[in-house]
């Protein structure tokens, strides 16, 4: 069966370039040029994928908007934003959102396919893993449901999108060792450039910062990645 990729575009001519490459490359493809029109669909069927324009219409943020109402649906639905804007602001606001990638207009088509392919082999890998029996993985007073790709901290759950979790598993399975940005993109199964694979870290440490003010489990290892912190093995 032909995978679904939803694609929300308000511009025509590129919404139709768009939706071309893709069925060219094997996708079932569904296009919607506003925010509304689109979740009216997807809040009664998820897509495999969804690739999300920041500015839609006469909503600025309508991409950001729609993504929170999604990520209310799925915590695993695999969503892309597509902009014209390349800043660290919307970059960071997006992920603060849950997306799992964030591109440009400009990019390769084969670019934008090895990410579209990266996140779907990723869904299809965690898919595959619920149908196993749990494995936790214990660091100090971190435990890491790989099955249920849930962490929690002293007890307290930490709520990790996708993308967030594998990273915070790759740098726990070997305490103390760095894991390079190349590492960390590995192990989440995504291709992102390094200040987008540095937002995610700065979420991680956040999160765990919220519920508790002295944490200390990432380190960065400058010019080289992060290592989890020893002492909290």
Not at 173 to 201: C, F, K, W, Y
Not at 203 to 209: A, P
Request: hydrophobic share 40%; net charge negative; proline share 3%.
């Amino acid at each position: 069966m032909k995978r679904h990729i939803v694609l929300i575009e308000d511009e025509p001519a590129i919404r139709e370039n768009y939706r071309d490459a893709f069925e060219r490359r094997g996708y079932r493809v569904a296009a919607y040029g506003d925010r509304n029109s689109a979740f009216q669909v997807l809040r009664t069927a998820l897509p495999d994928l969804a690739i999300i324009d920041v500015g839609l219409g006469d909503e600025p943020e309508g991409g950001f908007t729609l993504c929170h109402d999604l990520r209310s649906l799925s915590k695993t639905l695999p969503i892309i934003f597509l902009t014209a804007r390349d800043s660290d602001i919307d970059s960071v606001h997006g992920l603060r959102l849950g997306a799992d990638d964030y591109v440009t207009k400009d990019m390769s088509m084969d670019h934008l396919l090895a990410r579209v392919t990266a996140l779907l082999r990723r869904a299809d890998a965690w898919a595959e893993a619920l149908k196993q029996p749990d494995e936790v993985v214990h660091r100090g007073r971190l435990a890491l449901n790989v099955d249920r790709m849930t962490a929690e901290w002293n007890g307290q759950p930490i709520d990790l999108t996708v993308t967030e979790f594998w990273m915070l598993h790759s740098l726990v399975q070997h305490p103390g060792h760095v894991r390079s940005r190349d590492q960390l993109m590995e192990a989440a199964s995504t291709v992102l450039d390094d200040n987008t694979v540095t937002s995610h870290i700065k979420r991680i440490r956040r999160k765990f910062l919220q519920v508790d003010e002295g944490f200390d489990g990432i380190h960065t290892a400058y010019g080289m990645g992060y290592r989890w912190n020893a002492h909290e093995a």
